[in-house]
């Protein structure tokens, strides 16, 4: 243990809050009735850095939100307060702190530069180094072991080839703030995704990516979300009656492969304009070829030779079928929407969807191809459809164990919206503040994309660790978010915690920390539609049925697949009468 000096006590002033910047950590120091503390922390509301906060009746007040640390009985106080309290100790004038309270290790607050290579490794074979660990299905929480046996920055190989893995947040989210400029989507990976004939926003890079972003951005902004409200709001109909009419079968529900038929119903009519009604259509759907891809990404990501370059595994060739169906489908609708807008050429200003939108800029931009155009629909549908569908049934593996918590959803949705089926309109959505906790909360837990692989563009150092440019890097998020450092019972679903009343806990709450939907410029654009996707979907199913896991809950596992999905997850809905629900509510 190895104090380090944080500041002079001179330099602290009675009631104020005092900066220190230590190893890029942001330390709050306040004297307050003759004892000095040491705070760290962002509002556990918005996530909001905490910096210019004052004293108020000796609570450190938030400037944004007046939110009152430790101060247990205001009328905007939570029981828990985020920051982080640290011990001190002031000897001759000068305020230490206990350095061996920082994530990072003494030597690195000291600013002694790592590289790679003095980085700890957990235990690995000699020749193949981690690889074999590295599952397929199970990457994420093989970092987790790992993590868990040498800290939360380290270094694996796999087959010679090193890579530095961090479940740090502080480091994670400086290296996703630091693009596009200084860290890369992994090489590897935007090639292996190149190579199934794809390169549009989510494996670009530079100019390239900047273009395909504003367009993206655009169409997924929160004006066009709301507008987007007919389209969920029928496909939520359809889907309704679909799982009546699964429920009336009395089999068990694959509500993971339902799930995936209604998100890529919405993805279809807001990527080009047309619902390909998966929901009511059995047999050769798109949603079939589509889940053959993400598996097929993750596998080659790892692959230590790339074999399918020269042998073509059964696996392979279905892959090469699937995108080839997918490729016909989209330039089927490229065609037909080129054809809209020539006819109908008032639509150039108002597109209607984001093939329009795409087809648009490609007569302004020469350079914009053909092939632009299918990738950014393509990678759009990729990216909306597993990502939002694993979210839910996520979300639906915990409901399905605890029915008090439909019921509360239910209870709400009564409240805000009575007798409908569903939320009736945007408004409504966003009142449903318990079935969106519901949400978060899964999303906390069960990150769908536990995983994000990047690459350094030039030599760069972060937090006292030198990383030299073309070095791989992975990172896994759901070991912070599920940290009792940051989430009070971090690995209980507790939907309450993100409520402004009735969360039990006085613990940590660090809403910063999730990292569900990436973080800085290349941020997930989808995230509003998401989250609409995911509570209106939520709110009808709980108001309609009440739901009951068909597997016991170990039987349900975690699968890798580039996202992350709940396998062998199986539920039993059962239609609930309105009647019983009224009732409740009124008794
Ligand atoms: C719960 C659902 C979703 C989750 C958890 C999720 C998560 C993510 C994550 C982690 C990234 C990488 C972010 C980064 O690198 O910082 C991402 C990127 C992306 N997502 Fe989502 N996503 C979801 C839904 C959607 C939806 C519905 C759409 C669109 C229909 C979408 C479109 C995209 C696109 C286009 C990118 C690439 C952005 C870029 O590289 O600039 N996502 N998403
Ligand atoms: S930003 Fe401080 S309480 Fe919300």
Same mark, same amino acid.
Not at 272 to 276: N, R, T, V
Not at 447 to 450: E, Q, T, Y
């Given at each position: 243990m190895k104090p380090i000096q944080i500041a002079k006590r001179s330099d602290i002033q009675t009631d104020q809050l005092h900066e220190v910047i230590l190893n890029e950590q942001r330390i709050l120091l306040l004297e307050h009735e003759n004892s000095i503390k040491a705070f760290q922390g962002n509002?556990?509301?918005?996530?909001?850095?905490?910096?210019e906060g004052h004293i108020e009746k000796g609570h450190i007040v938030?400037?944004?939100?007046h939110w009152k640390f430790s101060?247990?009985?205001?009328?905007?106080?939570?029981?828990?307060?985020?920051l982080k309290s640290y011990p001190i100790k002031i000897e001759d004038g000068n305020i230490f702190i206990d %350095?061996?309270?920082? *994530?990072?290790t003494p030597e690195t607050i000291t600013n002694k530069t790592k590289t790679l290579k003095d980085l700890p490794t957990p235990k690995g074979?000699?020749?193949?180094?981690h690889l074999h660990q590295f599952n397929v299905e199970n990457k994420h929480r093989a970092i987790e072991k790992w993590s868990e046996e040498v800290g939360n920055i380290f270094r694996v190989h796999f087959v010679g080839k090193p890579f530095l893995v961090s479940t740090n947040p502080d480091f994670n989210k400086k290296v996703l703030k630091a693009r596009p400029e200084k860290f890369r989507r992994l090489s590897k990976m935007t090639d292996i995704i190149e190579e199934i004939g794809v390169k549009g926003v989510f494996n670009a890079e530079g100019e390239t990516w900047k273009k395909h972003r504003k367009l993206t951005s655009e169409a997924l902004n929160m004006k066009n979300v709301k507008g987007f409200f007919p389209i969920i709001s029928q496909t939520t109909e359809r889907f309704l009656n679909k799982l009546k009419r699964l429920e009336a079968t009395g089999d068990p529900i694959d509500i993971q492969q339902e799930m995936m038929r209604y998100t890529v119903d919405i993805t279809t009519v807001i990527a080009?304009?047309?619902?390909?009604n998966t929901i009511d259509h059995d047999g050769d759907v798109i949603q079939e070829h589509l889940e053959k891809v993400f598996p097929m990404i993750n596998e080659r990501?790892? %692959?230590?030779?790339?074999l399918w370059r020269y042998l073509k595994l059964k696996k392979d060739k279905e892959l090469d079928h699937a995108v080839a169906e997918i490729e016909a489908t989209v330039n089927h609708f490229i065609n037909e929407a080129k054809g809209r807008l020539e006819n109908?050429?008032?639509?150039?200003?108002?597109?209607?969807n984001f093939l329009e939108a795409l087809l648009v800029e490609q007569e302004k931009d020469k350079n914009f191809s053909d092939h632009a155009v299918y990738s950014n629909v393509f990678s759009l549908l990729m990216a909306g459809e597993d990502t939002t569908s694993n979210s839910v049934s996520w979300a639906l593996y915990y409901l399905g164990q605890q029915p008090e918590m439909v019921k509360k959803i239910r209870e709400e949705a009564f409240e805000i919206y009575?007798?409908?089926?569903?939320?009736?309109n945007n408004e409504t959505l966003g009142k449903l503040k318990y079935t969106e906790a519901v949400a978060m909360e899964a999303l906390r837990l069960k990150?769908? %994309?536990?995983n994000m692989f990047h690459q350094a563009n030039e030599d760069i150092e972060i937090n006292g660790i030198h990383i030299e440019k073309d070095t791989s890097i992975i990172f896994q998020i759901q070991v912070s978010q599920t940290d009792e450092k940051y989430f009070?019972? #971090?690995e209980s679903f507790v939907p309450?915690?993100?409520?402004? *009343? #009735?969360?039990?806990?006085s613990g940590p709450h660090s809403p910063?920390?999730?990292k569900v939907f990436g973080?800085?410029?290349?941020?997930?654009?989808?995230k509003n539609l998401a989250m609409h996707e995911m509570i209106m979907a939520l709110s009808m199913i709980c108001k309609n049925f009440d739901v009951a896991l068909a597997?016991?809950?170990?039987?349900v596992r975690e699968v890798f697949a580039f996202s992350m999905y709940p396998g062998n997850l199986y539920i039993n809905l059962k239609e609930h009468s309105y009647q019983d629900t009224r009732s409740s509510i009124l008794s």
């Open positions: 509002c556990p509301h918005e996530g909001t850095p905490l910096i938030c400037p944004m939100h101060c247990q009985d205001g009328k905007h106080t939570r029981k828990r307060a985020c %350095a061996s309270l920082f *994530e990072e074979d000699f020749i193949v180094g080009f304009g047309y619902p390909m990501i790892t %692959a230590p030779i790339p109908n050429p008032e639509l150039k200003e108002n597109p209607t009575g007798d409908g089926l569903f939320p009736p990150p769908v %994309a536990p009070a019972h #971090g309450e915690r993100w409520l402004k *009343e #009735g969360c039990p806990f910063d920390i999730i973080a800085g410029p290349r941020f997930c654009p989808g597997v016991k809950p170990e039987e």
